[in-house]
T-cell receptor, first 113, second 114 residues
Framework: AQSVTQPDIHITVSEGASLELRCNYSYGATPYLFWYVQSPGQGLQLLLKYFSGDTLVQGIKGFEAEFKRSQSSFNLRKPSVHWSDAAEYFCAVVSTGANNLFFGTGTRLTVIP | KAGVTQTPRYLIKTRGQQVTLSCSPISGHRSVSWYQQTPGQGLQFLFEYFSETQRNKGNFPGRFSGRQFSNSRSEMNVSTLELGDSALYLC?????????????FGQGTRLTVV
């Protein structure tokens, strides 16, 4: 069965610093991978997605993610964090032929001035 | 265009009662999925509806049910509420619910069971 692991529950970075949020997945075939962001009291917004092709995916708000099959990882990166990036970030997978998302437990990002 | 609309935003219910939550998808979207978000269990898939038919269901008890209307609007119902049902319930809509179509989420309904 598919699963998603986000090893970091909480990360604190300084504004302007770079960011990397980790995501590992477990799935037999090539999965469809997503990163979502959730601000307090809000729903989820899609940052980026990977279906196939180029393993480096660009998303909104300056985020990117790299799919590494050998490591079963799909880490989210941003070169320079802004205070408005403070939120919770979820990695998710959907298996081929299915239509429901399996989410990781999330990583809460705090940005300090 | 308007996004996914969930009503109400907040609800307080008593144990044993039942509750109905509503979700209006983005115009043209025919797939609606429901998720439960709690601090302990995270985000969990409840069920998905497409063209008024439940296509997929998560691992939740039968107290959780849903339906979809001909205009794609969806409702979910929870009967005999338990304290553990307190959660943020999120609805997501997509064009056809396939794995390569984007799901758009509503802001959720915060249910508190007392």
């Amino acid at each position: 069965a598919q699963s998603v692991t986000q090893p970091d529950i909480h990360i604190t970075v300084s504004e302007g610093a770079s960011l990397e949020l980790r995501c590992n997945y477990s799935y037999g075939a090539t999965p469809y991978l997503f990163w979502y962001v959730q601000s307090p009291g809000q729903g989820l917004q899609l940052l980026l997605k990977y279906f196939s092709g180029d393993t480096l995916v660009q998303g909104i708000k300056g985020f990117e993610a790299e799919f590494k099959r050998s490591q079963s990882s799909f880490n989210l990166r941003k070169p320079s964090v802004h205070w408005s990036d403070a939120a919770e970030y979820f990695c998710a997978v959907v298996s081929t032929g299915a239509n429901n998302l399996f989410f990781g437990t999330g990583t809460r990002l705090t940005v300090i001035p | 265009k308007a996004g996914v609309t969930q009503t109400p935003r907040y609800l307080i219910k008593t144990r044993g009662q039942q509750v109905t939550l509503s979700c209006s998808p983005i115009s043209g979207h025919r797939s609606v999925s429901w998720y439960q978000q709690t601090p302990g269990q995270g985000l969990q898939f409840l069920f998905e509806y497409f063209s008024e038919t439940q296509r997929n269901k998560g691992n939740f008890p039968g107290r959780f049910s849903g339906r979809q209307f001909s205009n794609s609007r969806s409702e979910m119902n929870v009967s005999t509420l338990e304290l553990g049902d307190s959660a943020l319930y999120l609805c997501a809509s997509s064009l056809d619910g396939t794995e390569n179509t984007e799901a758009f989420f509503g802001q959720g309904t915060r249910l508190t069971v007392v």
